[in-house]
Nanobody
Framework: QVQLVQSGGGSVQTGGSLRLSCAAS????????MAWFRQAPGKEREAVAA???????TYTASVKGRFTISGDNAKNTVYLQIDGLKPEDTAMYYC??????????????????WGQGTQVTVSS
């Protein structure tokens, strides 16, 4: 089964950019649906972006045009490029994997494998 290790994140000002990385080991990420979730204090965990084994990408409406999910097969790593950061993007971000060629509904309960989380803080 796949193990996920995250890196990136940090504190930035409004309008800044960050890139989050999710390195997979134990299996090829391309055979999974890979997704990024975030959870702000007092809020539910929500999916923000996903990519399936065919490279199809899905984004939640609030991040379209600002977030880009991508993968590097050679490095077995999935990335989340975040541009135009807003204070409301402040949250703990998690990468997750679902053993499926297609992502389907992006409910956290459908994902079995999780990274350790990384904090993104955006100041105004």
């Amino acid at each position: 089964q796949v193990q996920l290790v995250q890196s990136g994140g940090g504190s930035v000002q409004t309008g800044g950019s960050l890139r989050l990385s999710c390195a997979a080991s134990g299996d090829s990420y391309s055979t999974y649906c890979m997704a990024w979730f975030r959870q702000a204090p007092g809020k539910e965990r929500e999916a923000v972006a996903a990519i399936d084994g065919n490279g199809r990408r899905t984004y939640t409406a609030s991040v379209k045009g600002r977030f880009t999910i991508s993968g590097d097969n050679a490095k077995n790593t999935v990335y989340l490029q975040i541009d135009g950061l807003k204070p409301e993007d402040t949250a703990m971000y998690y990468c997750a994997a679902r053993r499926s060629a297609h992502c389907g509904s992006l409910y956290s309960r459908n994902f079995s494998f999780w990274g350790q989380g990384t904090q993104v803080t955006v100041s105004s």
